[in-house]
Nanobody
């Protein structure tokens, strides 16, 4: 059974940092692309980053480029999202997913997977 568990969220002041973790079970996460997404209350889900499962290339949306870093812990079935210089507008619930259940980040902005975790809440105070 595919399962993704996000953790590491919390309350932080503007300018602070957090590191989110995405731990997978039921499949070899290292072979799949993993995307990070977020959803704020009353807003649509937003894609923010992806790391591919074939060559490790990373993709960031403009909202987080230069502030967030996605990476893998090889062999640990874990993907991280290091978030720095956090802003109040980063406040949201953050989720990880395999965008299209394959190794690629193409089209990660519009995920088709049905496997989503519970997410982890990030709150940034001003």
């Amino acid at each position: 059974q595919v399962q993704l568990v996000e953790s590491g969220g919390g309350l932080v002041q503007s300018g602070g940092s957090l590191r989110l973790s995405c731990v997978a079970s039921g499949f070899p996460l290292d072979s799949y692309s993993i995307g990070w997404y977020r959803q704020a209350p009353g807003k649509e889900r937003e894609a923010i980053s992806c790391i591919s499962g074939d060559d490790g290339q990373t993709v960031y949306t403009e909202a987080v480029k230069g502030r967030f870093t996605i990476s893998r812990a090889a062999g640990r079935n874990t993907v991280y999202l290091q978030m720095t210089n956090l802003k109040p507008e980063d406040t949201a619930r953050y989720y990880c997913a395999t965008p299209h259940d394959d190794a690629y980040c193409a089209g990660f902005e519009s995920p088709t997977t049905n496997d989503w975790g519970q997410g982890t809440q990030v709150t940034v105070s001003s």
